[in-house]
């Protein structure tokens, strides 16, 4: 709790953080007991490993072009016409 008061803002964002991770485990906990480990291993493998993978080379190799990004990799990966962060969702209309 004196980490939450003593950090303000980001006490609340790493509280927030950790619910998240609380919680995706205890989905993927849950998901063990319905599907078995096989399945989940597979999907795994078959597919997310390989789109993490794939957005962390694109957001090393967008770094490495561009050293300015380095202060926000994930959105400079992000189209803009596209990205919701950059205000593209919101000015999709004014065009």
């Known amino acids: 709790m004196t980490f939450l008061l003593g950090h303000g803002h980001i006490g609340l964002v790493t509280l927030g953080a950790v619910f998240l991770v609380v919680t995706g ?8 007991g319905h599907f078995g480990r096989k399945p989940i291993q597979t999907a795994w493998f078959a597919w997310c490993c390989r789109r ?28 803009r016409r596209r990205c919701c962060c950059h205000g593209g969702a919101r000015d999709r209309g004014k065009r």
Do not use: H, R, W
Not at 25 to 32: C, K, P, S
Not at 53 to 79: H, M, R, W
């Open 25 to 32: 485990g205890e989905a993927l906990y849950a998901d063990l």
């Open 52 to 79: 993490c993978c794939s957005n962390y080379f694109g957001q090393g190799a967008k770094v490495l072009a561009d050293p300015g990004a380095i202060e926000k990799p994930v959105l400079s990966t992000c189209p």
